[in-house]
């Protein structure tokens, strides 16, 4: 049993959260008051400042790991945005309708469903399925699509 700092109730110490620069390894305020105060500060001009600036030095990393993780598969597979760009627009113009179930479930998938193409040799383009984001990520992980020599 611990005090809270705060509101003063003795509560169960699994009740405020842990801190390695306190004694006995928790914080000094119980988790529903130490919530309250990070609300308030996040809320005042100062927190909302710090916070935004957090969210930008995430978002600003996030943007360079993307690049370049973008930069790797583009190198590695050159047909790749190609084949992509295909479907999109296949799709946009109507010749490709948009899916409407994963091809390989009962209909019970939920979420967005993926175009897959099974092969990226030239003239596939179109050679597509409708498959849910789920299914895809097992297919890939079971299977290896068909790709152009380098």
Known sequence: ??????????????????????????????KVCKRIAITAWRKSPRGRKKQNAKNRARYKRGLKKN??????????RPWLPRFHRHVYYA???GTLPRPSH???ADGTCVGSL???????L?????????????HHKIWHLNNKAITPEK
């Open 114 to 120: 993926h175009y897959h193409h099974d092969s990226y």
């Open 91 to 93: 799709v946009l113009h």
């Open 67 to 76: 690049r370049d993780r973008r930069r790797k598969i583009r190198k590695e």
């Open 1 to 30: 049993m611990k005090v809270c700092s705060k509101c003063k109730s003795e509560k169960p110490i699994d009740e405020f959260f842990r801190d390695r620069t306190k004694k006995d390894g928790r914080n000094t305020q119980c």
């Open 102 to 104: 994963c091809e390989d």
């Open 122 to 134: 030239p003239g596939n383009e179109l050679n597509v399925r409708p498959l849910c984001a789920r």
